[in-house]
Nanobody, 124 residues
Framework: QLQLVESGGGLVQPGGSLRLSCAAS????????IAWFRQAPGKERKGVSC????????NYVDAVKGRFTISRDNAKNTVYLQMNSLKPEDTAVYYC?????????????????WGQGTQVTVSS
């Protein structure tokens, strides 16, 4: 079965940190860019960060720059999102998605595999 599985979400206080993982099974990620998206309650899903297949290029939306770091370990077929200095507005369900391309080409399309999501709640 081809799937992505996210893990690492949870409840954290403002200013805290979490590391999300996105593991693939049934296929390899090393020829695909991977992106993280998030969806807050009542809002549309939006892209957060993306990493190229080699890991050599990354990008972040302005809301998370300087706080989040995306990385990958192709040997483990896993992509990570390190989230520091978390804010209440980071509360959302976080999804990872595998692109059909090797480079990050934005968040509007081109993703053919999605995980089921992991909840991140930032609250005191």
């Amino acid at each position: 079965q081809l799937q992505l599985v996210e893990s690492g979400g949870g409840l954290v206080q403002p200013g805290g940190s979490l590391r999300l993982s996105c593991a693939a099974s049934g296929f390899t990620l090393d020829d695909r860019a991977i992106a993280w998206f998030r969806q807050a309650p009542g809002k549309e899903r939006k892209g957060v960060s993306c990493i190229s297949s080699s890991g050599g290029r990354t990008n972040y939306v302005d809301a998370v720059k300087g706080r989040f770091t995306i990385s990958r370990d192709n040997a483990k077929n896993t992509v990570y999102l390190q989230m520091n200095s978390l804010k209440p507005e980071d509360t959302a369900v976080y999804y990872c998605a595998a692109s059909t391309y090797q480079n990050c080409l934005g968040y509007r399309g081109g993703y053919d595999y999605w995980g089921q999501g992991t909840q991140v709640t930032v609250s005191s």
